[in-house]
């Protein structure tokens, strides 16, 4: 049973459109982070969000902490093909990563 | 170099062989991680060390696994007795602390055991 569940573990869309993914947990964490990882390469940080509720932006992407502090989502505007990889959420206290969301966003 | 350098960046290996993954973290940072990370998942914990203590290694799957971080800064992760089911890419990161820290990865070092 993943401590994390990330929903969709697939996801293609074509350029200009949005989306969003989620990470679901039973559990309270008192930080989440998101991820991104390229091929061959590591993940890399986006953003952590620390307070319940909060809403963070970062260019066309936004984050958001839920209120009971067990769940984020992060909504892509007007995605492009850069946007391209494997999105990971990561519970901070637990250091528990999702399975990930794999994107696709064909030009 | 400025970030995480893990070497070797690939390993094949045969089963029941001994096979050893280096992580030299970014300087300064006193927290280092290891995950593995099989194709399609996202990465597994593995083990956490503060300076040169494991502070948590809940994640290591079996006592062929080991990891070693003697002066608190290169790590070692040591796997006995190979099975292909160890074949995955492990990871490792560092960070400045513990807590809400930013994880930086390394490329990772890609084991095959045949």
């Known amino acids: 049973t993943q401590l994390l569940e990330q929903s969709p573990q697939f996801l293609s869309i074509q350029e200009g459109e949005n989306l969003t993914v989620y990470c679901n947990s039973s559990?309270?964490?008192?930080?989440l982070q998101w991820y991104r990882q390229e091929p061959g390469e590591g993940p890399v940080l986006l953003v952590t969000?620390?307070?319940?509720?909060e809403v963070k932006k970062l260019k066309r992407l936004t984050f958001q902490f839920g209120d009971a502090r067990k769940d984020s989502s992060l909504h892509i505007t007007a995605a492009q093909p850069g946007d391209t990889g494997l999105y990971l959420c990561?519970?901070?206290?637990?250091?528990?990563f999702g399975q990930g969301t794999r994107l696709t966003i064909n030009p | 170099g400025a970030g995480v350098s893990q070497t070797p960046s690939n390993k094949v290996t045969e089963k029941g062989k001994y096979v050893e993954l280096r992580c030299d973290p970014i300087?300064?940072?006193?927290?280092l991680y290891w995950y593995r990370q099989s194709l399609g998942q996202g990465p597994e914990f593995l083990i956490y060390f503060q300076g040169t203590g494991a502070a948590d290694d809940s994640g290591l799957p079996n006592d062929r696994f080991f990891a070693v971080r003697p002066e608190g800064s290169v790590s070692t992760l040591k796997i006995q007795r190979t099975e292909r089911g160890d074949s995955a890419v492990y990871l490792c990161?560092?960070?400045?602390?513990?807590?809400?820290?930013?994880?930086?990865f390394g490329e990772g070092s890609r084991l095959t055991v045949l």
């Open positions: 990561m519970g901070a206290q637990k250091l528990v």
């Open positions: 559990s309270v964490f008192s930080s």
């Open positions: 969000v620390v307070t319940g509720g």
């Open positions: 300087s300064g940072h006193t927290a």
């Open positions: 990161a560092s960070s400045t602390d513990r807590a809400f820290g930013e994880l930086f």
